[in-house]
């Protein structure tokens, strides 16, 4: 089995989902590749995921790095801290978690000296977990009306998380209450993205509206990892 067999394999279970729920646009599909070495990040590369996802900005940099010469479309979907932004910045197609006012206003001022615009994901603390990060859903229409002054941050869309505790079906109550949330705020912000579902409910996610799915354990299951 190889990293080829799992992806084509789990590309099957997302089209198959997005069929179950009459879906009929498109699924993005992150491989996230935090468990794994540089070299297994290639093989899944060249096994036709482009889109790689990282939680950690070090990580990112290095593998970015390492990883150069392929043209892989990277995604942070971990915590930002304010002094890894300017590094960052110019590696990543979307940031997944802003979490806080300042963050975005602080990316916000390195895009606007890097003269890019940054694309990015409000986190919502969807389950209340007191150990995740993200808006409560309650402050999200002050954080989206306070970020629509920002020129050099696009706010394109809401990431969210299943309690620890609702694993595969049971999530479905924490990705319908985003994606209500999602509907609510979309016409008025213009959001398009809605990032939810890992490893263990990326099909719930998808037939309750996920439009990105981030996914890495599943994707290197039975093979030999570090
Ligand atoms: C690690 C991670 C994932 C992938 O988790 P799996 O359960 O291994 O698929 C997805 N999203 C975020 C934010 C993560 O940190």
Known sequence: MTVADNLARI??????AAQRAGRKDSIELVGVTKYVDTSMARQLFDAGCSTLGESRPQQLWQRAEDLESLPIRW??????????????LPLVELIHSVDST???RAID???RQAELTANVLLEVNISGDEEKHGFAPEELPDVLASSQPLS????TGLMGMAAFTRRGELARQDFRKLKTLFDNLRSTYQLSQLSMGMSNDFEVAIEEGSTIVRVGSAMFDGLETP
């Not at 942070?76 to 590094?87: D, S």
């Open 75 to 88: 995604h942070l979907i971990g915590h930002l801290q304010r002094n890894k932004i300017k590094r960052t």
């Open 152 to 155: 050099n941050v696009n706010v």
């Open 102 to 104: 300042r963050l975005a």
């Open 109 to 111: 001022e390195q895009a």
């Open 11 to 16: 590309q099957e279970r997302i089209a198959n």
